[in-house]
Each structure stands twice: as structure tokens, then as C-alpha cells.
């Protein structure tokens, strides 16, 4: 077990790998403060995955009600919000599936089909059972009869999992038989209707809404969706309540949560931190707060990428001034998503950067809905187009209007939620990289490196 | 009468293969975008088109066209 | 063989001819649909009315056919043979081949009637039923009687049966020929300038 959390965590990126030790902000939740570095979730630094047996020592048996329903409560009372990028919160979900017609179905979603995010894969691999015990009470809380584990697979890893869930049923701590189901690697994989249709039996593609879910999902039953790391968070509120839960975090926003942080050095790391803790203690975004603005050579990032692929692009200075916090961020239209952070280091096109993922986004659309098939693939060439001043080249000012106009005719026009993630994050780009944009229509780029820097998987 | 919804239109995007007729048979309310597929006036169908939008949802060929129901 | 019955007699054969016409003209009008085209001079959703009123035409007609069939005395066809397959006395194979094409009929035209109650997914699945039904009857109208075994209305049977065809390999290569939506996607990925029109349609439909 140990051989194994120390190959774990390769982020999908390039770059060194390890647990952050770098401190993280204190709690502000009533009571005692959680000792610094914060580890939940995540082993603290150097030390190795937990076995069954130290799993049960550090935090004993899954502290099963005896009803559904009794955690939904505690849950909400701690504010736990989804882990998944949406940030929905938990308890009404169970509660929803709770009330539903039908045998209801707990699937874990471990299928992080983003690209640049790495910590449920982490998670999954460093502490399993903090998550095998989140589906065990989930499915209590629901009443649900069937349990699913979906997430991507290869032999090892299947053989591993399957030999965990194993070991957990003959030392009888899980009710339920968790069934490992494969997820493809897709963007869309872990959209909720397409999960429900992967599990199903059918390919993994998004279905049309109503109804949803946690009405009609796996084979028509009710289904509670959640990330993996949420369902962590639950087994941990199960066993030491809402108010241990509220020691870090902020009042609005308690808790921790895992991010992806993809530093301008081209390191990526994985840490846990308490919401609310600022960006710059996070990401190394250079002096805090620049008497004249923000001049982009002065930092070692250009610009921060904030919460994922469908999450937005912020300028350095403006980063560096707000916390990871929903509360926070929303005014600036970003919100904490999927907890992916990427300083894009100066002398990289932000132009160019946005306009691969765009095209890696365009790539992935499931090509059910006209708009969708048809507007994203626009969208990324003309970013391409936009990015594009070899020789001097001049790209046409009109593409900027052509982007507009594009971007208004996928926003919600889709079956999910992708053309409109995709909108908010070339949106932002197009306002953050605004002088990029200023230059290259004047066939000048600031970028003095070419190198690709956010991992489009494998793809082009 | 407060707090009634009216009935909107709306569309399922994945069913939708951009024929048209909706557009046709209710101008008033449905557009196409320069693709072809519909674009939805998002106010509620007022009342001297209720008839004529429940034609057209009838008569799409794909059946993605949908009225949500008043509540 | 009395007035009356020839009377019936012909009328049922010449209501079989035009249900031939109507089925044909429905099932080409539904094919051209499936390709969103429209017809010269008609708005689109004329197409749509048009395929639907003579539908609804043809099960009149199919009513007199069977009708008049069993009320005839001449050749002893039962109510019951009319709908049940293969149970008939006189020609029960090809009138069976006949029962089964007004059961396959009834099935479509019914769920199409109620289809925003079923749901899509089961209206289309019996919708594919109508592919099943019009050899079906084609085949029934060869074999129940010499009419349309020579002459006149044996080239019409040809000419229904080449344009359905011809109809339906149109709409299966246009349907391959609808570039995979991946390869339009990389060529508009490719290609620098953006605004050409050309609309992706979908992949497999």
C-alpha cells in the first residue's frame, strides 16, 4: 500500500508531484482552530496512504444512524456543498433522493474528466476508505439498495479497488456491495445524465433534463450523484459532527477542499485547503499588491485560471487580492469549481492557452445539440485564429464580433451545462487577456514562449 | 390569478435536427439561428397563440418541441 | 356471382389500388422528412400535414378495402381475417400478409396520434414499423389476385416500389454522407476563416 501512494498522484500534467506543505489559513468556525498544514482528506506530507487497519484505529468504523435520513441533518447543519464544481448543496440532494419514487442508486463519481484536475484520482488513491465509508452512510441516508464506484480503470487499478471493497465487506463494515463501473476518459464523462447512462449500460453522453437525476437516473431510478471527495467530507461530518466540520473555512463557505495547483514554475501539486484561504497563499502570484496596477512583468504569472476549464481566467493582481471562496470569487465571475488554480507563467500567450483548451472543449462536446456541435468549434477557431501572428500576421477585428455572437447562441442552448462553461471561460479570457488581444490585432504577441502549458489529456 | 405561470416554450436540444417547421408555423415566437436549429422567444405564450403553439409542437417531425406545463 | 357482390368486389380492388397510391406517396413524403427537405412551392410544415392527412386518408380507404372484402359473399373472408393474420379460408397466406400490414398500420398511425402521451423514444421505435408494413402490403397486393400481376396496375406496383427504393438508398447515403460530425468538427478546428456557413448535422441519426 505504501509502493503505491508513493507513485500515486501523478497529476495529468508534467511536473513534480507531492503533497503541499505549505501552511494554510486557519479556521474561523467557532471553537479551536485546525491545526496547521490541514489534513482531512489528504495524508499530511511524508506520510503514506492509510491501510484498512489504520483507517479504522485513526477514525473507527463507519458510524452508520440506523434510519435514512438522520445525517441528511448533520449535513446540513455543516454546509457541506458539492466537491464536483457545482457547489450544490449536499443535504438537499440526499434529501431529494431521498423523497423520490423508486429504489434509489449512490454512485460516487471519481471520473474527474478534467484535464487539469488531479485530486479525486488522489484521493481515491491515498485515502480510499474515507470514501468507500462516505458511500456506505450516503446509501443509508437515501435508502438506497445499490451502491456504484465509477471511475476510470485500468486492470491495476480495478484489481486494487475491487480488492479493497473485498477485504471492507468480509471485515463486514459495508452494508452494501459497491459495484465498480468504468468511466471513459471524456470532459463529459461525469455530467450527471451521462454518468446515469454510463451506468445504464448505454455510452456516456448527457440526456435532456427533466428529469433529473436524483428523480430518474441509473435505470430509471432515483440516483444520488456525488464526487468523490464530497462523499469524504460526509464520512468525516458522520463521525465528528457539523461543528468540527465548521473549524475551517469561513461562515458561508466551512470546510476544506482538495485543489489542483499548477504553479508558474510548471510544478503541479495537490493541497488541501480551507475555503477562504487567499489565492496567494496558494499560487506564488509575486508581490501582493502592486503600487502601480499590474504590470504582468513584475509577477510571476500572467493571469490565474480559476476552478477548471469552465471556470475563468482572473489578472495576476486581481488574484492576488481574493481567497478561495465562492462569496469572493462570484464577483469577479469565477467561482471555486472543480479547485484546479493555475498561475499561467509570464511570457506564455494567455490567447494561445485559451485557445487550446477551447479547441480540446470543442473536441469533447458530446455532438447531440446543433448549437453546441456546431457553435464551439467556431468559437475555438476563430480563438486560434485570434492567437495567431506569425509573421506578423493581423487577424481579422471581426472575430471578436463573431465570437459574441457565437458565444450568445450556444449559452444554455445545449442538453448540458458544457457550451455554457465553455462560454464563461473564453469570456474571461477575452476580458483578462484584453491587451493581448490589443496586441495581436496589430500582428505583435507578448508571449516569448511557445510551450503549451494546461494539459489538454491526450488529445492533440 | 397571481403567482400562475404561463406555459414557454422550450426545446430538446439532443431530439432537435434543425427542420424548421416550428419556425414556420410560429413566427412569432420561434427564430432560427444561422445554423438552422430554433431560438425560443423566453416569455410566456400569450394566450391568442396558445392554440397555434400547441399546433406546432404537434406537428414537429423530431417531437422536440415542448410546452411546459402552467403551473 | 350476383350484382352487389361483383359491385363490392370492385370496389375493394380498386380501394386496394389507391391505398397502394397513398401508402406509397405517405412513405415518400416520410423519407423526405427524414431529410428535412420540402417539396417545390410548399412551406416545410407542408410536408409534415401532407404526410399526415393522406395517413389518415389511406386508413379510410383501407377500411373500405376490408370492408367491402368481407361483406362480399363471393369469396368467404371473415371480420376476423381481416385484422387477425393467416386465419383466413380463401388465400390465407397473402390475405394473412394483408392482415399483418393494417395490424403494423394501425400500430403506427394510433401511437402517432397519441405520441406526445407515449414519449418519444416509443413512438419512434413503432414509427420504424411503417418499413415493415409497406412491403408487407406490396406483397399482398401481388399475391391476393391477378390485378396487379400484369397490365397497368402491375407497372404502377413497379413504379411505387422503384420510387420507394430509390427514396430510401437517397436517404441512407445522405445520411453517411453527412460527414461524421467529427471530420466537420476538425475542419472547422483547421480552418482560419470561421464564418462559413455550412451547418454540422449529426452524426448518426
Known amino acids: 500500500m505504501t509502493t503505491f501512494a508513493q507513485q500515486s498522484s501523478q497529476p495529468t500534467a508534467g511536473g513534480q508531484t507531492g503533497s503541499s506543505t505549505r501552511p494554510l489559513g486557519p479556521g474561523h468556525g467557532a471553537g479551536q482552530s485546525e491545526p496547521r498544514p490541514i489534513s482531512r482528506l489528504l495524508p499530511p506530507p511524508g506520510k503514506p496512504a492509510l491501510d484498512l487497519g489504520a483507517h479504522l484505529r485513526r477514525h473507527g468504523q463507519v458510524p452508520y444512524r440506523g434510519r435514512p435520513g438522520q445525517l441528511i441533518e448533520d449535513v446540513r447543519v455543516a454546509g457541506l456543498t458539492g466537491k464536483g464544481g457545482a457547489a450544490f448543496p449536499v443535504h438537499r440532494k440526499l434529501s431529494a433522493v431521498l423523497a423520490a419514487q423508486g429504489r434509489p442508486v449512490v454512485v460516487a463519481n471519481g471520473a474527474e474528466g478534467e484535464p487539469a484536475s488531479a485530486k479525486d484520482k488522489a484521493l481515491l488513491l491515498l485515502n480510499p476508505h474515507l470514501v468507500l465509508d462516505g458511500i456506505q452512510l450516503a446509501a443509508e441516508a437515501t435508502g438506497a439498495s445499490d451502491a456504484v464506484l465509477y471511475v476510470t480503470l485500468d486492470a491495476e487499478k480495478a484489481h486494487w479497488l475491487n480488492a479493497l471493497i473485498a477485504q471492507r465487506r468480509s471485515a463486514n463494515l459495508d452494508r452494501l456491495e459497491v459495484r465498480l463501473v468504468a468511466a471513459p476518459h471524456k470532459f463529459l464523462a461525469g455530467q450527471e445524465s451521462a454518468l446515469a447512462n454510463r451506468i445504464s449500460g448505454g455510452p456516456a453522453l448527457p440526456s435532456f433534463a427533466p428529469p433529473r437525476v436524483f428523480e430518474r437516473g441509473v435505470d430509471g431510478r432515483p440516483t444520488f450523484v456525488s464526487n468523490v471527495e464530497t462523499l469524504a467530507h460526509l464520512s468525516l461530518i458522520a463521525r465528528y459532527g457539523p461543528s468540527w466540520f465548521a473549524r475551517a473555512g469561513t461562515p458561508d463557505e466551512p470546510g476544506t477542499m482538495i485543489c489542483t495547483l499548477h504553479h508558474a514554475d510548471g510544478r503541479v501539486d495537490l493541497t488541501e485547503a480551507a475555503l477562504g484561504t487567499p489565492l496567494s497563499d496558494l499560487l506564488d502570484l509575486g508581490p501582493a499588491v502592486l503600487a502601480n496596477g499590474d504590470d504582468p512583468l513584475s509577477t510571476p504569472a500572467s493571469a490565474v485560471l480559476i476552478g477548471g476549464y469552465h471556470g475563468a481566467w482572473l489578472p495576476t493582481a486581481t488574484a492576488a487580492r481574493i481567497t478561495l471562496a465562492n462569496a469572493a470569487l462570484r464577483r469577479h465571475g469565477a467561482t471555486v469549481g472543480a479547485g484546479v488554480l493555475a498561475a499561467l507563467p509570464a511570457g506564455r500567450c494567455g490567447l494561445a492557452e485559451t485557445a487550446r483548451v477551447a479547441r480540446y472543449l470543442a473536441l469533447e462536446s458530446a455532438g447531440q445539440c446543433g448549437p453546441c456541435r456546431n457553435g464551439l468549434p467556431r468559437i475555438a477557431g476563430a480563438l486560434a485564429d485570434l492567437a495567431d501572428v506569425t509573421g506578423g500576421r493581423r487577424p481579422d477585428p471581426a472575430l471578436l464580433h463573431d465570437l459574441d455572437r457565437w458565444s450568445g447562441l450556444v449559452y444554455r442552448r445545449g442538453a448540458c451545462a458544457h457550451p455554457d462553461g465553455t462560454v464563461r471561460f473564453v469570456t474571461s479570457a477575452l476580458r483578462t487577456f484584453d491587451a493581448e488581444i490589443t496586441a495581436h490585432r496589430h500582428g505583435r504577441c507578448t508571449g516569448t514562449s511557445n510551450r503549451a502549458f494546461l494539459p489538454v489529456g491526450n488529445g492533440e | 390569478m397571481s403567482g400562475r405561470q404561463e406555459a414557454k416554450l422550450a426545446v430538446n436540444p439532443i431530439a432537435c435536427s434543425g427542420h424548421g417547421v416550428c419556425a414556420e408555423l410560429l413566427p412569432e415566437l420561434i427564430t432560427l439561428d444561422e445554423w438552422g436549429y430554433p431560438l425560443l422567444a423566453d416569455i410566456p405564450v400569450p394566450a391568442h397563440l396558445a392554440r397555434q403553439a400547441r399546433r406546432t409542437v404537434t406537428d414537429c417531425p423530431a417531437l422536440a418541441l415542448l410546452l411546459t406545463k402552467p403551473t | ?205
Open chain 3, 1 to 205: 356471382m350476383d350484382s352487389s357482390s361483383t359491385a363490392l368486389w370492385y370496389v375493394s380492388r380498386a380501394t386496394g389500388v389507391v391505398c397502394l397510391l397513398l401508402f406509397t406517396a405517405v412513405i415518400l413524403l416520410g423519407l423526405l422528412m427524414s431529410r428535412q427537405g420540402k417539396l417545390p412551392g410548399l412551406p416545410k410544415f407542408g410536408v409534415v400535414h401532407l404526410h399526415r392527412y393522406l395517413s389518415l386518408l389511406a386508413v379510410s380507404f383501407i377500411t373500405v378495402h376490408a370492408a367491402t372484402a368481407v361483406a362480399d359473399s363471393f369469396v368467404n373472408i371473415s371480420l376476423a381475417s381481416a385484422i387477425v393474420p393467416f386465419v383466413s379460408k380463401y388465400e390465407p397466406f397473402w390475405l394473412g400478409l394483408g392482415a399483418v400490414s393494417l395490424d403494423l398500420m394501425i400500430a403506427v398511425i394510433a401511437t402517432s396520434l397519441i405520441r406526445s402521451r407515449i414519449g418519444r423514444r416509443t413512438w419512434r421505435a413503432v414509427h420504424w414499423l411503417a418499413y415493415a408494413c409497406w412491403p408487407i402490403a406490396i406483397a399482398h397486393s401481388i399475391g391476393s389476385g391477378p390485378d396487379v400481376q400484369h397490365g397497368p396496375l402491375l407497372w404502377l406496383t413497379v413504379a411505387c416500389t422503384a420510387a420507394v427504393a430509390i427514396a430510401i438508398v437517397a436517404r441512407t447515403a445522405a445520411a453517411l454522407r453527412a460527414a461524421p460530425s467529427d471530420a466537420q468538427i476538425r475542419a472547422l478546428l483547421a480552418d482560419s476563416h470561421t464564418r462559413n456557413r455550412t451547418r454540422i448535422g449529426a452524426a448518426h441519426r
